[in-house]
């Protein structure tokens, strides 16, 4: 929603959970068990009808809920996102972004929703949007991403934490030969953004032993070498400008 004026969307999450995810069997039967609640005192199970939740606001003293308290507490379903405003796209850093989803035209004429992409490209800016989905009410970013709508839930500002709260640095300011070397490193890895040379090397190594065991074989894991630590700023920045310069004398040869 835009005020007054609507578009018509459908929402798609913009990534996928490829996480290797394990059963827990039993050992001697194969069959899949549960987890249950248990009193870590008496190692006793805990049936449901006994389980209580609280909010401890000090050591040991708890602030006890129902379950019809916190459904009353969860805001109303709607299926309507509200833009409240349109910022400049710089004014949301990276911190901010959390999960994207794609926005997809909903109707039969899908001039507003290419309109509005367009809008949005051309006049650099983001709006701030707020909805509530799955009993929980989130605030995002909406953007142009390619011609399309995307919108990406962001983190509320007490979740955020700024660079200012980080420890000061201590010690002496870098040099100039550390500065130098510092830049040789960067122009040494220069290079374009390409997605596709990002894979999840833990998972496709497990999957493939796992395909390997499910084909009666018997494979090894490889042990993954641990690369020495450099004794420097210095020794890791020669280090790593040799290793750019061997790595791209590779790829020219």
């Known amino acids: 929603m835009l005020g007054m004026e609507s578009v018509p969307v459908k929402l798609y999450s913009a990534i996928e959970d490829r996480t290797l995810h394990f059963h827990v069997l039993e050992k001697s039967t194969m069959r899949r068990i549960k987890q249950h609640m248990v009193n ?18 000090a050591e040991g003293v708890y602030v006890l809920l129902t379950g019809d308290e916190i459904e009353k507490s969860q805001p109303e379903e709607s299926r309507n996102i509200e833009i409240t405003r349109f910022v400049p796209a710089s004014q949301v850093h990276q911190e901010w972004y959390d999960r994207p989803y ?61 660079a200012e709260e980080l420890p000061r640095p201590s010690g002496r300011a ?28 833990y998972r496709q190594r497990v999957l493939k032993f796992i395909e390997a065991k ?8 490889k042990i993954v070498a641990r690369r020495k630590e450099p004794k420097s700023l210095m020794a890791s920045l020669a280090a790593s400008i040799n290793m750019a310069r061997r790595d791209k004398e590779k790829s020219v040869a």
């Open 40 to 57: 870590p005192e008496t190692g006793e199970d805990v049936p449901k009808e006994r389980v209580q939740k609280g909010f401890e606001v």
């Open 102 to 162: 794609y926005l997809g035209p909903d109707d039969g004429s899908a001039t507003p929703y290419f309109a509005l992409a367009e809008a949005l490209e051309h006049e650099g800016r983001e709006g701030i949007a707020r909805w509530v989905m799955r009993k929980k009410r989130y605030v995002g970013a909406l953007r142009s991403e390619s011609g399309y709508l995307m919108l990406i839930t962001m983190k509320y500002a007490e979740e955020v934490l700024s």
């Open 174 to 201: 870098p040099d100039p030969k550390e500065l130098k070397m510092a830049e040789q490193l960067v122009s040494a890895l220069q290079d374009d953004f390409r997605p596709e040379d990002f894979h999840n090397e």
């Open 214 to 221: 499910a084909h009666g074989e018997k494979p090894r894991l």
